[in-house]
């Protein structure tokens, strides 16, 4: 991921990312350019949609979920994602001056790379905690079969999940009645079989 590469008013940045070719996500009036996936992260990403995409499918038409397009605004400091993984929950609410701009997800889910994982433990898990309707995140290593979630109790508090590691393995989450054989979160996905 590349540095933060100029300074804008949200206002700004919302007209300008509507032109761009490339995504960039916003934080305090800079602009981060998300740089090109890995093989192996796009893979990860595309199992988990398409896992919980068929989930959803014929059984609850008021849940849906979108893969790494869908931005999320946080309150905190008007801060602008993309995540991963977004799934939202029965009517969707989006920002007045920019309908792509999601304000309500239920969960969000972050593959980690190499380049993104201190954000996406520190920031961006900071801002995302100020969303009212976010229940949970998850985040999903692709060096090792390893996958850790954090959800919000009913009294506001965030949970830590104590991670879930092996091909073997199953991750429940917190606000889906699904669980997650890590076999196929990670299907297709080469050369980490020796850190499992």
């Not at 949200?10 to 761009?20: G, I, V």
């Not at 916003?26 to 949609?49: D, P, V």
């Not at 790379?113 to 996406?120: F, K, L, Q």
């Not at 393995?169 to 054989?181: G, H, K």
Request: charged content about 30%; overall charge negative; cysteine-free.
């Amino acid at each position: 991921m590349a540095e933060a590469i100029t300074i804008l008013s949200p206002a700004d940045y919302l007209e300008w990312e509507t032109k761009q070719e490339e995504r960039h996500e916003y934080e305090n009036g800079k602009l981060i350019a998300m740089g090109g996936s890995s093989k192996e992260h796009n893979k990860i990403t595309s199992n988990l949609h398409g896992l919980i995409w068929s989930f959803f499918r014929g059984k609850d038409e008021t849940m849906s979920v979108y893969q790494a397009d869908m931005r999320v605004h946080t309150p905190l400091s008007e801060r602008y994602f993309y995540p991963d993984i977004v799934v939202t929950s029965g009517k969707e609410s989006y920002l007045e001056n920019a309908p792509d701009t999601l304000l309500n997800p239920l969960l969000l889910i972050e593959v980690l790379s190499g380049s993104t994982e201190a954000r996406d433990r520190g920031p961006k898990f900071e801002a995302y905690r100020t969303i009212d309707s976010l229940r949970e995140y998850v985040l999903v290593a692709q060096d090792k079969y390893q996958i850790e979630g954090f959800y919000r109790n009913d009294t506001g508090e965030w949970i830590i999940r104590e991670p879930v590691a092996g091909l073997d393995s199953t991750f429940s989450f917190a606000v889906l009645d699904l669980e997650l054989r890590l076999e196929e979160v990670y299907q297709g996905v080469d050369g980490i079989a020796s850190k499992a």
